[in-house]
C-alpha cells in the first residue's frame, strides 16, 4: 500500500479514532493505530509478534485492530463498497458484455471460505467437510460471499456464516438475495456457478451430462466471468494474509474484519495499488449443485436464448 493511500485512509478515519490526550497517558496517534490494524490484516502476525513491532501491549493491539476495522466498516463501507448506482450500472454490464458476449450481467458471484479455530459453540455448523477431505487435515470455517465488477471490485458481499453451509444457502442467508427477491435486480444477471440456483436473477452454467456444443461454450463463457470473483478473492487473500490463517479474532468480531478487509481490497483497487501476482492465492472452494437448481423456468429459458445468441452472434468458442 502507498503512503498516499495509508494517508487517505488516515485522514478518513480521523473523526472517529482519533482521541485526546489524558493526565495520566498520551493518546496513541491515529497513523499508528491504523498501522497496527493494517500490519494485522497484512501479515496475520500474532498479537504478541505486532505488540512488539509497534511497541504495544497485547491487549492494546488487539482492541485497536478491531476499533481501526469497525471505524472502516462504519466510515469507509458507505463510499468504497456500495451496490452501484443506474450509471456505473451500465458501464458494468457493457464491460463485462465486451469479454464475455453475455447481456445485462452487472456482477461475478462467488463464495470462499476463511479459515478458523474451531469455536466453543455449534462447532458441526463450522466444519468444512470439503477443506478437511482435500487438505487431510480437520478444517473449520466461515464463509465470505462477494458480487465484484469487471475490475475485481466488490459491490456486494454477505460474511459469517458457517463453513457447512453450501453456497445456494449463503445466499438465501443474505441481502443480496432479498433485494432479488423483492424485485430490484430485475432485468440485471448476477453470474454464479454451478453451486448457485438457476434464478430469474442469477444466472449458472449448466450442469447435466451431455451438453450439447452450445451449451458447453455457453458454460466457458461463464466461466470467464466467474475467473473475475475468482481472481478477486485470490487478490483480496494475497493481499490481507490474515484470511489464509486460523485467526485468534473472536468469531462474533471477524465480519467485522472481514468486512474492513473487504473494504481495503477495494479501496487498493480502486486507486491501482500494486500486486505482485506471486502473492495471489489460488482459491479452491467446491461447487455442490444445489438439490433444486433450476428454480425459474423463464430463467432456463433465457438462458437457452443467450446460448443460442452466443453461438448465432460468433461469440462462442472464443475466450
Known amino acids: 500500500m502507498s503512503r498516499a493511500t495509508f494517508n487517505m485512509i488516515c485522514d478518513e478515519l480521523d473523526p472517529i479514532i482519533n482521541k485526546k490526550d489524558t493526565m495520566l497517558r498520551a493518546a496513541i496517534p491515529v497513523r499508528q493505530r491504523v498501522a497496527v490494524c493494517i500490519w494485522r490484516l497484512a501479515t496475520g502476525e500474532p498479537l504478541r509478534l505486532v505488540s512488539k ?4 501491549g497485547i491487549s492494546t493491539c488487539h482492541k485497536l485492530v478491531l476499533e481501526v476495522c469497525s471505524a472502516i466498516k462504519t466510515v469507509l463501507m458507505p463510499k468504497f463498497l456500495q451496490w452501484p448506482d443506474e450509471e456505473k450500472l451500465e458501464k458494468i454490464k457493457e464491460e463485462f458484455e ?21 469455536p466453543k459453540v455449534k462447532v458441526a455448523a463450522y ?5 478437511t477431505e482435500r487438505n487431510h487435515k480437520t478444517s473449520y470455517s466461515i464463509t465470505v460471499q462477494g458480487v465484484v465488477d469487471p475490475k475485481g471490485i466488490f459491490t456486494d458481499v454477505c460474511i459469517g456464516w458457517p463453513g457447512s453451509m453450501p453456497d445456494d444457502q449463503v445466499l438465501e ?3 443480496l438475495y432479498q433485494r432479488g427477491n423483492k424485485g430490484l435486480l430485475r432485468g440485471v444477471w448476477v453470474v454464479g456457478n454451478s453451486g448457485y440456483p438457476l434464478l430469474d436473477w442469477v444466472l449458472v452454467p449448466y450442469t447435466h451430462q451431455n451438453l450439447t456444443w452450445t451449451q458447453h461454450a455457453f458454460n466457458e463463457k461463464m466461466e470467464g466471468i ?5 481472481d478477486a478473492f485470490g487478490r483480496l487473500k494475497g ?23 473487504c473494504v ?4 487498493c483497487e480502486m486507486r491501482s495499488e500494486d500486486f505482485e501476482s506471486e502473492f495471489r492465492v489460488e482459491v479452491f472452494d467446491d461447487e455442490i449443485v444445489p438439490e433444486r437448481s433450476l428454480r425459474s423456468v423463464t430463467s432456463a429459458q433465457a438462458r437457452d436464448h443467450i446460448a443460442h445468441n452466443l453461438l448465432h452472434h460468433g461469440f462462442a468458442g472464443f475466450l
Open 53 to 56: 513491532r509497534f511497541g504495544l
Open 173 to 175: 442467508k443474505s441481502a
Open 239 to 261: 493481499r490481507w494474509g490474515c484470511l489464509q490463517k486460523r485467526t485468534e479474532v473472536k468469531l462474533e468480531d471477524l465480519p467485522v474484519v472481514l468486512g474492513a478487509c
Open 264 to 267: 481495503l481490497h477495494n479501496i
Open 127 to 131: 466444519f468444512n467437510k470439503r477443506h
Open 226 to 230: 466467474q475467473r473475475v470473483a475468482k
Open 98 to 118: 465486451s469479454f464475455s458476449g453475455i447481456e445485462n450481467v452487472c456482477g461475478s458471484l462467488y463464495t470462499t471460505h476463511i479459515p478458523i479455530i474451531a
